[in-house]
Every structure is written in C-alpha cells, then in structure tokens.
C-alpha cells in the first residue's frame, strides 16, 4: 500500500506563491501516474497536475503557466510549485497515484494522501 503525506499548505495573498510537497513510500515507484488534486469547499474534487512514469507532464487548463508538477526520486518526494496564485486556487489539495497511465480525473486514482490546505486571500 502507497503511503503519501503532504506539507506545504498554507494561507497567501493573491498573487503569492506557495510549493507542496508529498512524500512518498518506495511502494510509489510502480506508480505509472502521480498527481495532485484539489477539493474546495461545496466543490468537487478536480485533477490539477500530473507526472508520469517517463516524465511527461498534464496540467488542468486553469493552472498551466502557473503552476508547475515534479517528482524527485533521490527524496522519495512528489512537489507542485504555485505561483500567482489566486483566491479560486483556495482548496485542500491532495497528492494520489495510479497503476495506470491516466488523466486527471481522480476515479484512476487509489492511493491518497490525507491533505494540505491552500487558502488565497484577495
């Protein structure tokens, strides 16, 4: 069983920048998709970034050009880097990966960490 915990949350204003981490079980590195995901409140959970098995990359369009997803293995550690961040980025926001190579839709995802809030402020 992937065990995935993340750190990184926090509270900025618009415009800051903020960057997640998620650690992860050597049991990840079968995974052939990692992704970050993201619920806000009365909100559906939503795919926000993903990394695949040979480094190819997806992001949601309300997130591309502003935040970026990488892996390092040498950590056993899973980042989103954030910036111009804006108060709809405002969610708990999730690490999970997935045995198949997959979008962002998160019901391809069967391990989950327990969360990290992200509150922007206007």
């Known amino acids: 069983q992937v065990q995935l915990v993340e750190s990184g949350g926090g509270s900025v204003q618009a415009g800051g920048s903020l960057r997640l981490s998620c650690v992860f079980s050597e049991d990840a590195y079968s995974s052939s998709s990692m992704g970050w995901f993201r619920q806000g409140p009365g909100k559906q959970r939503e795919g926000v970034a993903a990394v695949y098995s040979a480094g190819r990359t997806s992001y949601a369009d309300s997130v591309k050009g502003r935040f970026t997803i990488s892996k390092d293995y040498a950590k056993n550690t899973l980042y989103l880097e954030m910036n111009s961040l804006k108060p709809e980025d405002t969610a708990m926001y999730y690490c999970?990966?997935?045995?198949?190579?997959?979008?962002?839709?998160?019901?391809?995802?069967?391990?989950w960490g327990q969360g990290t809030q992200v509150t922007v402020s206007s």
């Open positions: 999970a990966t997935s045995s198949f190579y997959t979008g962002l839709g998160p019901w391809d995802y069967n391990s």
